[in-house]
Structures are given as structure tokens and as C-alpha cells.
């Protein structure tokens, strides 16, 4: 009987292993060029034709990941990008990095895994390792991937091989990237634990084997909701030290002098990117399955999607100040994306800000050097192209509300003839404007 095992830990050792990566965005496409970079042929696969396209080009559509990056990898020729998936058969892994959005209801949509999983099951050979990367809720793996390639007649952990490992990216940080962040795996089988312990050990610096993919999509979604939980307290603070009149800024500078026992979360406008926003409302879900809820996370939720609604009241609260309503005001928003310096603006509060100042009757623009036009999204149309990051367009508004604090905006000169700011993120602090008796606009936080 063929050792299926024994084949593809050679063909790993060896670096003669195919690794296919299926969705090549924020963490599929940095996935496929680390593989390539550790010496494997690589096939990335997805379903905007757009993106392999581009690839092949040399071009990169993420903006921190470097088109020189995407190029040199391409020119060696290890690597190849299509959007046919009848070339999954050529694979020895396949790593599946598809979204893992909410619907409507907030309710898991797992329509990208579903069909992804038909898409390989359709073509599963002997000596496949099929990875999901895609966060979601502990049970995923086995109860969505494993029936549909058990159809095929092979067996798990003889005839193929399945495990889930989490991706932990984090866009734009300087020093942790795909590489060098410990990867969690956790094996359908002790063989399938094996041989995805092997892929990801050829490739990345550290790999944390346990004992199960449940621990593994657990893991995940327990350091999301450990960041939502922490958010939102410091959120929920915010509001409370306000009105008592106590910074919560210089309050958390205080606290995390602290050197043990203490980790500094901030306030913001609210939350934002693909992950932190979504991903702990599929253990919610999945925790009502077992007639169990999930409190805290349903209260930081609460918490962190007020903000927005929160930002907006500010923002009328400081124009009344100065004799004006939100209906009529120049109001501009500085900063689409939903963290500083990337160019990610999935989810970002500041689209809700936008509508809510909009509806509200003011007249809104935004600047955002990462973005210069607002892309059409499932939620969100704008149709709207950022101004230009100088001093003369920030001094034409009522109000600046600052969502984001991209370095383009850390410049005080900017500033110099703008009379009213909101800021969500104490960037006008860090440059030494809005205290008290300082020159400058009047500044209110949020
Ligand atoms: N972005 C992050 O920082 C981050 C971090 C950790 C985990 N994750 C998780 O990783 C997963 C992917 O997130 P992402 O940020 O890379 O999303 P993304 O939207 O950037 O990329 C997903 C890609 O998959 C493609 N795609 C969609 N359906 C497909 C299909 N059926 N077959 C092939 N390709 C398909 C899309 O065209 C897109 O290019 C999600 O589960 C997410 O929660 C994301």
C-alpha cells in the first residue's frame, strides 16, 4: 500500500512539493510568496481574474506588499497565479485563505469555504494536504471540509491529509510579518498534524502544533475577541473619564507604565478591518448551537459599533460651540482606511461616520493619501475621491474629524489656519496642539 505519509514529508524535505494557496488577498497573496521565498513551486488560485493577472505583470494591488517583492518572485518563475481550478490537481497542499465575511443578520457566511471545498473535493487525489486558514468558528473543519472530501472514497490521514492553521496577519507592521509569526496547527489525525507541521515548519520561523483544528479555530478567534473585549473597555472608558473630565489618553500613558499585568488598548472610532469587527460573532453564533452565549463578546460589540454614533454627536456637540449645526457645515474626514498607513478599508468606521454626517445634512469630504477614491463596497457607495492632504484644503472645512492616524496627517503646519477638530485617535496631542492654552484649532476628542 503506498505510503501517502511518507511521500509528500519527502517531497516537503525535498522542496518538490507544489503548494497551492486559493484567495490571494491581505493573507493568501503574502502566504504564496513566503512559500515561494522557502524554495517551493507555488500556484496561487483566485476567482477575480484580475488578480492573477496583475501578479504576472509583477504588479502588487496591496500596497504593503512591495510590487518589487511581487516581481522578483514572479521572474524566477516558481510561482504562477491563475484562476483555473482544474490545476488544484497539480498540488500537493492546498491552503485556503477565502473571506470568511458576516451576513446580513450578523450570521456566519461561509458560502467562500463552502464552495472552495467543492471546488478541491471535486478534484482530491492520493497525497493532498488541505489546509483552511480562513478564521471561523471552532467545528468548521471538520463539519464543512472533512464530508465533502470523505466523498471522495479516501480516507483522512491515509489517503489525504486536512488541518486548519490561523493566519495571524497584521498589514503594515514593520516587525512581524507572515514569516516570522508563530503558526498554530492543529491536525484532523496525528498524520495530518505531521505533514502540515512539516509544510509550515520548511517555510516560517516557529510552528505550534495542537492537539485538534477546534483548538487551532479557537485560538484564533480568542485572540480576536481578546482585542474586541479590550477595545471596547477602553471605548466604554472613553466615554466615562470624559465626563468626569479626566483624559483617558494620559490615563492609559499612566497605566502602561505598569510592567507587568497590563496591556495598553485604546479608544477609536470604532473597529475596522476584517477581522476584529467580524470574527468574534461566529463563535456567538456558533455558542447559541450549544445553548451557550457569549456575554462579553455581544457587549463589546455593543460597545465598539456605538462609537460611530458617538463620533457624530461629538462632531455636532463641537460645531454648536462655535454657532453651527452638522446640516450645512463643511465637515471633512480625515482618514478612510481603518488603521493608520495601509490602504485596507474593510469595515472601517469611518464610512459609517461618513453616511451618519451626510444624513445629518452636512457637507462631507475626506482625505485619505492610502485611498484616493472611495471604493463601492457591499455596505457602503460614497462616490466620493479624497481631497488633497495640504493646508488650504483642510482650512476650507467647518471641522476636521480625524478617523485615522496616517503619518501624512502628523505634520502641525496642516493645521495652522483649521479652527475646529474632533479627534478619535489624540493625534493632535502628539503634535502639541488642542491643550490647553496652545495656539492652534480648537480641538474636542471623540
Ligand atoms: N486581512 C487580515 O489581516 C487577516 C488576518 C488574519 C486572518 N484573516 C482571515 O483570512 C481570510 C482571508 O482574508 P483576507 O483579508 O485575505 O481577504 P481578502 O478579501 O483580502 O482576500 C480574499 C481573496 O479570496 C478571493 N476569493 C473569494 N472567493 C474565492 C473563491 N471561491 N476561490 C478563490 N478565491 C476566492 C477574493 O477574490 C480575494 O482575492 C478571512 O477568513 C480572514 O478573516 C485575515
Not at 496642516?414 to 478619535?424: F, G, I, S
Request: net charge negative.
Amino acid at each position: 500500500m503506498t505510503d501517502y505519509r511518507a511521500g509528500l514529508l519527502g517531497k516537503i524535505a525535498d522542496r518538490s512539493a507544489r503548494v497551492g494557496v486559493i484567495g490571494l488577498g491581505y493573507v493568501g497573496l503574502p502566504l504564496a510568496l513566503v512559500f515561494e521565498e522557502s524554495g517551493f513551486a507555488v500556484t496561487g488560485f483566485d476567482v477575480d481574474p484580475a488578480k492573477p493577472e496583475a501578479l504576472h505583470r509583477g504588479e502588487s494591488y496591496i500596497r504593503h506588499i512591495g510590487r518589487e517583492r511581487v516581481a522578483r518572485a514572479f521572474a524566477r518563475g516558481r510561482i504562477e497565479a491563475t484562476f483555473d481550478f482544474d490545476r488544484l490537481s497539480g498540488c500537493d497542499a492546498v491552503l485556503v485563505c477565502v473571506p470568511t465575511p458576516l451576513g446580513r443578520h450578523r450570521e456566519p457566511d461561509l458560502s467562500y469555504i463552502r464552495t472552495t471545498g467543492d471546488e478541491i473535493a471535486r478534484r482530491l487525489r492520493s497525497g493532498q494536504l488541505v489546509v483552511l486558514e480562513s478564521t471561523t468558528y471552532p467545528g468548521t473543519t471538520r463539519e464543512e471540509l472533512l464530508p465533502r472530501f470523505l466523498a471522495s472514497g479516501l480516507e483522512c490521514g491515509r489517503g489525504f491529509f486536512l488541518a486548519f492553521s490561523p493566519e495571524r496577519e497584521d498589514p503594515g507592521n514593520k516587525s512581524f510579518h507572515t514569516q516570522n509569526i508563530p503558526k498554530v496547527v492543529g491536525g484532523m489525525d496525528p498524520a495530518s498534524l505531521e505533514v502540515a507541521v512539516a509544510l509550515y515548519g520548511a517555510a516560517m520561523a516557529r510552528v505550534v502544533p495542537v492537539s485538534s483544528p477546534e483548538v487551532a479555530e479557537a485560538a484564533k478567534i480568542l485572540e480576536n475577541v481578546f482585542r474586541a473585549v479590550n477595545i471596547a473597555l477602553a471605548n466604554e472608558l472613553k466615554l466615562v473619564l470624559d465626563r468626569m473630565g479626566i483624559d483617558v489618553w494620559e490615563v492609559i500613558d499612566a497605566a502602561k507604565t505598569k510592567p507587568f499585568g497590563f496591556m495598553p488598548f485604546y479608544p477609536g472610532p470604532g473597529l475596522g478591518g476584517h477581522c476584529i469587527p467580524l470574527d468574534p460573532f461566529y463563535l456567538t453564533w456558533k455558542a447559541a448551537e450549544h445553548g451557550v452565549w457569549a456575554r462579553f463578546i455581544e457587549l463589546a460589540g455593543e460597545i465598539n459599533t456605538s462609537m460611530p454614533r458617538h463620533v457624530v454627536e461629538r462632531t455636532a456637540y463641537a460645531l454648536n460651540r462655535h454657532g453651527k449645526s452638522l446640516r450645512g457645515s463643511k465637515v471633512l474626514v480625515l482618514g478612510l482606511s481603518y488603521k493608520a498607513d495601509i490602504d485596507d478599508d474593510r469595515e472601517s468606521p469611518s464610512f459609517e461616520i461618513i453616511e451618519r454626517l451626510r444624513s445629518a445634512g452636512a457637507e462631507v469630504a475626506y482625505c485619505d493619501p492610502y485611498i484616493p477614491a472611495a471604493r463601492p463596497g457591499r455596505e457602503h457607495d460614497l462616490r466620493l475621491a479624497s481631497v488633497p492632504c495640504t493646508g488650504e484644503e483642510f482650512a476650507r472645512h467647518d471641522v476636521l474629524v480625524v478617523s485615522t492616524a496616517h503619518s501624512d496627517f502628523k505634520i502641525a503646519n496642516l493645521y495652522a489656519d483649521v479652527k475646529l477638530v474632533v479627534d478619535t485617535r489624540n493625534l493632535m496631542a502628539s503634535l502639541g496642539l488642542g491643550g490647553p492654552g496652545a495656539a492652534g484649532p480648537e480641538v474636542l476628542r471623540a
